[in-house]
């Protein structure tokens, strides 16, 4: 069995700052209360008894900053790498913006199927099928190339919930995933794919 964890980076904005819907074009490091969820992120592992044998992220920087707190604090030397689909999704004219006015553009209608369906809205840029394939695409060598190890992927909310569709695990399934929060799927070597967690936070 291969476990494959998939957690969202920490916070970029802290209590009082204004927040805005920041895409794969907005690099923020993590604030303040997200390098605290980094951390929690990271003792959590600590105490599941998660040593990952393998790390992946996205080539934004918040993602690297909470991959590495949980592997600075497992102490092994595992190499991070990048994936470059794990980017989070480019919100086109509501990049970076208030989400008042992105739900004043685009309207609660298209932003619930967003939530509940990940429909992108028009305008952002986000292609679901080929974000689906790519997280197939990695279940797929995982079971053949990592079986038996722990697999950390930290992204962000808007590509973390093409995995659950990937999986055909989404039926159900709240598929936000919160700031500093993960989930667990199980790989066995036929290919089947479970679901032991979502959404958890430290």
């Keep these: 069995m291969t ?3 998939v957690a969202r980076h920490g916070n970029t904005f802290d209590k ?20 605290a969820q980094a951390a929690a992120l990271a003792e959590h592992c600590q105490r599941q008894g998660l040593r990952f ?20 604090l497992q102490g092994d030397d595992v190499e ?10 480019d919100y086109g004219p509501d990049e970076n913006k208030p989400e008042a006015e992105v ?46 190890e ?15 569709q990937a999986a055909g695990l989404a039926e159900g399934v709240d598929l936000k995933l919160k700031t500093g929060a993960y989930g667990v799927f199980e790989l066995q070597s036929g290919g089947e794919i479970s679901l032991t967690s979502w959404n958890l936070r430290p």
């Excluded at 393998?54 to 592997?71: G, I, M």
């Excluded at 298209?110 to 279940?139: C, M, N, S, T, Y």
């Design 80 to 89: 991070l790498k990048v994936l470059p689909f794990l980017v989070e999704v």
């Design 150 to 164: 722990d697999v950390l992927l930290v992204t962000s909310n808007g590509i973390a919930r093409f995995a659950l």
């Design 16 to 35: 009082g700052d204004v927040v805005t819907r920041v895409g794969g074009r907005t690099d923020l490091p993590l604030s303040v209360s997200g390098k």
């Design 103 to 148: 739900v004043a553009r685009i309207g609660e209608a298209a932003l619930k199927a967003w939530e509940e369906q990940a429909v992108p809205p028009p305008g952002w840029h986000i292609d679901p099928p080929a974000v689906i394939g790519r997280w197939q695409e990695f279940f797929a060598k995982a079971v053949k190339s990592y079986a038996g």
């Design 3 to 5: 476990r494959i964890v």
């Design 53 to 72: 044998n393998r790390a992946f992220c996205s080539p934004l920087q918040r993602t690297k900053q909470t991959a590495r707190a949980v592997l600075e």
